[in-house]
T-cell receptor
Framework: SQKIEQNSEALNIQEGKTATLTCNYT??????LQWYRQDPGRGPVFLLL?????KEKRKERLKVTFDTTLKQSLFHITASQPADSATYLC?????????FGKGTSLLVTP | ETGVTQSPTHLIKTRGQQVTLRCSSQ?????VSWYQQALGQGPQFIFQ???????GRGNFPPRFSGLQFPNYSSELNVNALELDDSALYLC??????????????FGSGTQLSVL
């Protein structure tokens, strides 16, 4: 079955460092991947979309890469801040659905 | 804030009861999707409505049903509630059907607890 896998272990980093989150997909070739941020008790908020023909996309301190050979996307937050602490979800379309990973929890400490 | 509103925010029901959750989509959006998110899991697709018709359905039993109204607002109905139905139910609206690169705008969800 088509799967989106994210590292379920929480990522703890120090303020100012770069956080790197990984998303792997198996058994299909999505035309694009999306990244969302989710805070506790809230719905996910869209951050970035990257298409299969784009190697990299940036938005302010965020950067996403898409490697179709490795079947992997990396999500980077540079100069991380405590306000970046949240769960980050990777998703890819399967028909009319978005297929989400379980998310990776990021904690940025001062 | 996305402009997608859901009600109620919290709900407690007992096993076997029925529940209706409501969603108002963002202005201008004609597509509504519903997702179930269990604790510690990613959102799971329930179904999508496009211009009042069900457009796609995930792996959920028929006791999960929905409606979309002419103003594009939507309802999710769950009959014969089971303990495993306890979850955060998320509504998301978009400008077009998912699958063509559309991003989703989520509401804050309804937290359903089944006792």
């Amino acid at each position: 079955s088509q799967k989106i896998e994210q590292n379920s272990e929480a990522l703890n980093i120090q303020e100012g460092k770069t956080a790197t989150l990984t998303c792997n997909y198996t058994n299909y070739s999505p035309a694009y991947l999306q990244w969302y941020r989710q805070d506790p008790g809230r719905g996910p908020v869209f951050l970035l979309l990257i298409r299969e023909n784009e190697k990299e996309k940036r938005k302010e301190r965020l950067k996403v890469t898409f490697d179709t050979t490795l079947k992997q996307s990396l999500f980077h937050i540079t100069a991380s801040q405590p306000a970046d602490s949240a769960t980050y979800l990777c998703a890819a379309a399967t028909g009319y659905a978005l297929n989400f990973g379980k998310g990776t929890s990021l904690l940025v400490t001062p | 804030e996305t402009g997608v509103t859901q009600s109620p925010t919290h709900l407690i029901k007992t096993r076997g009861q029925q529940v209706t959750l409501r969603c108002s989509s963002q202005s201008g959006h004609n597509t509504v999707s519903w997702y179930q998110q269990a604790l510690g899991q990613g959102p799971q697709f329930i179904f999508q409505y496009y211009r009042e018709e069900e457009n796609g359905r995930g792996n959920f039993p028929p006791r999960f049903s929905g409606l979309q109204f002419p103003n594009y607002s939507s309802e999710l109905n769950v009959n014969a509630l089971e303990l495993d139905d306890s979850a955060l139910y998320l509504c998301a609206s978009s400008l077009a059907k998912t699958g063509v690169g559309e991003k989703l705008f989520f509401g804050s969800g309804t937290q359903l607890s089944v006792l």
